[in-house]
């Protein structure tokens, strides 16, 4: 399966504290984008890295690229009870399908 | 702009019943993804259009679905004869460019096929 690994699958936090998923890929990369999903809704984009960017950082999110382990991290800081939601990596690889992970739940406590 | 428009965002039909799922993606964009989500398989691609014409449906489970893009502003999805195991929600998504780029999603259709 070409489907992004993502871990953890589910993540439980006290708000105030910092959330970190992993996402690791299979093949070579144009660009790893992260999306989030609240409950019953559609998918959000949340930030784009390209293959030559190592580090990117938007308000309270840092996303990080090592292309040489195929891996990728998101990193939300001073989560909020807001921040629940299941976030997802998403990569293009050659050709034109966006590939996503399966996903990993997030529930920040309040 | 309103965004990804989908209708209807639940359906509720029986075995063996037509069923037809649209999708008004934002205007200007070119490409359009249809996705299926589940619990058991997550979010798949069913079928990518770059400017109206179908690139690639390999993600189409069986010839029971077919999707078409008569031009820039609709898309449909079709399941004839649905089944029970059809039951998911189904998310159109639409983006600039030839993929690869951010997508914007549609709030989904809920489809129970009882």
């Known amino acids: 399966s070409q489907q992004g690994e993502e871990d953890p699958q589910a993540l439980s936090i006290q708000e105030g504290e910092n959330a970190t998923m992993n996402c690791s890929y299979k093949?070579?990369?144009?660009?790893l984008q992260w999306y989030r999903q609240n409950s019953g809704r559609g998918l959000v984009h949340l930030i784009l890295i390209r293959s030559n960017e190592r580090e990117k950082h938007s308000g309270r999110l840092r996303v990080t690229l090592d292309t040489s382990k195929k891996s990728s991290s998101l990193l939300i800081t001073a989560s909020r009870a807001a921040d629940t939601a299941s976030y997802f990596c998403?990569?293009?690889?050659?050709?034109?399908?966006?590939?996503f992970g399966a996903g990993t739940r997030l529930f920040v406590k309040a | 702009d309103a965004g990804v428009i989908q209708s209807p965002r639940h359906e509720v039909t029986e075995m063996g019943q037509e069923v037809t799922l649209r999708c008004k993606p934002i205007?200007?964009?070119?490409?359009l993804f249809w996705y299926r989500q589940t619990m058991m398989r997550g979010l798949e691609l069913l079928i990518y259009?770059?400017?109206?014409?179908?690139?690639?449906d390999s993600g189409m489970p069986e010839d029971r679905f077919s999707a078409k893009m008569p031009n820039a502003s609709f898309s449909t999805l079709k399941i004839q004869p649905s089944e029970p195991r059809d039951s998911a929600v189904y998310f159109c998504?639409?983006?600039?460019?030839?993929?690869?780029?951010?997508?914007?999603f549609g709030p989904g259709t809920r489809l129970t096929v009882l």
């Open positions: 998403a990569y293009k690889g050659g050709g034109f399908k966006t590939i």
């Open positions: 998504a639409s983006s600039s460019g030839q993929g690869g780029n951010e997508q914007f």
């Open positions: 093949t070579s990369i144009n660009n």
């Open positions: 205007s200007g964009h070119n490409s």
């Open positions: 259009f770059n400017n109206n014409v179908p690139i690639d």
